[in-house]
Every structure is written in structure tokens, then in C-alpha cells.
């Protein structure tokens, strides 16, 4: 497996989020890694998408996902679950990627079929908020053999307030893998 490098984000955030399907996600912890596939993200398309928190224009919270693309953006949902994105585009587009689901390849026994659970089971929370995905602990990866598949569009999940940004169909997934959070 090899590391993304920053270019792979530094791109269109609906392409990075399709690219993103059947990449790896490695998490470290305690010198533990636990990898698993990326079967499930979200695209989020910057301040002028309304279901995206950068629409809210740059915050203290949302400071993240203006800066440089290929860093952590976690926020915290309904007061219990964290969300991990991957920021995307070039520094100041406020674009993101919220990864929806995993495929537990190597020690994850939890559930990661929502972004909730994900975050949960590889100990990711706002401690991480900024982390750079370049580094040793946690980072996204490629296979060399890379399995094929196809890919499922749909729209977001709960952003029903968004008006039609709620309709688009920014939603992928991996066609019948059984760790889709909801098909």
C-alpha cells in the first residue's frame, strides 16, 4: 500500500470523493494499526453548497476546511458522535469529503457502518480536527492491487434543510458492499 500524496486532494472535491471509494483509511493507535476500506463518502462543495458547514462562511469550527486540502476536518454531531472529513481543493475553497463507511480489513472489530461509528471504532475525535493526512498515524492509502467495483450515486443523508443542494446526488457508494451505512 502507498500513501496518498497531497495532489490526490488538491482536486475537484466530487472527483476526490469517488477517487476516495476502495482507499484505505490507517489509523494508528498505540502502535496498532487498524486499516479499513473506504466504501461510503459524501462530497460537500464549499460555502455556496448549503448542506455544507462552510456555507456558514469560515468560523472558528469550520476554520479547517478552508485550509489546505489533505487534513482532518472532525467535527462533533448531536452532541455524541464525532464525523471525520477529508478537506479537499485548494486552501480557502472550503470543499470536503465526509467518509461514510468502512470495510474492516485489519484489527477493527466495531461497527463503521456510519460516519459516527467509523470515528468511533479507530478512536478519531477532535483531537484530530486539523490533522494532517500525511503523517504516520493516521493517513489514506492505495492498494496495489486495488479491487474493482462499481459505484452507486445517490443523494446526501440527512440535509434535508438544504433545499436542492439536498436532491444532488453527492452520495457514493460501493455497489453491494454490505458495509453501506443505508442503501
Known amino acids: 500500500m502507498r500513501k496518498l500524496e497531497r495532489g490526490f486532494y488538491d482536486r475537484d472535491t466530487i472527483q476526490v470523493a469517488q477517487e476516495l471509494l476502495g482507499k484505505l483509511l490507517v489509523r494508528v493507535v498505540d502502535g496498532t494499526e487498524r486499516i479499513g476500506r473506504i466504501v461510503e463518502v459524501e462530497a460537500y462543495l464549499g460555502p ?11 468560523t472558528p469550527r469550520t476554520r479547517v476546511m478552508f ?16 464525523c471525520m ?11 470536503a469529503v465526509l467518509l461514510r463507511a468502512l470495510e474492516p480489513i485489519h484489527n477493527i472489530r466495531a461497527r463503521t457502518q456510519g460516519p459516527g461509528l467509523l470515528c468511533r471504532a479507530l478512536e478519531i475525535d477532535k483531537r484530530l ?18 479491487p474493482r ?13 438544504a433545499g436542492v443542494w439536498a436532491r444532488r446526488l453527492l452520495r457514493f457508494y460501493i455497489r453491494a458492499n454490505p458495509y453501506v451505512s443505508r442503501r
Not at 472529513?85 to 470543499?95: L, R
Not at 467495483?149 to 434543510?161: A, C, E, H, M, N
Open 48 to 58: 455556496h453548497d448549503l448542506a455544507a458547514h462552510s456555507a456558514r462562511g469560515l
Open 67 to 82: 485550509g489546505p486540502p489533505g487534513h482532518v476536518y472532525v467535527y462533533l454531531i448531536y452532541g455524541i458522535y464525532h
Open 85 to 95: 472529513n477529508v478537506v479537499t481543493q485548494a486552501e480557502g475553497t472550503a470543499s
Open 129 to 146: 480536527n486539523g490533522h494532517d493526512l500525511l503523517s504516520a498515524d493516521l493517513f489514506i492509502a492505495a492498494e496495489d492491487a486495488a
Open 149 to 161: 467495483f462499481s459505484i452507486v450515486k445517490r443523494p446526501r443523508i440527512g440535509v434535508d434543510y
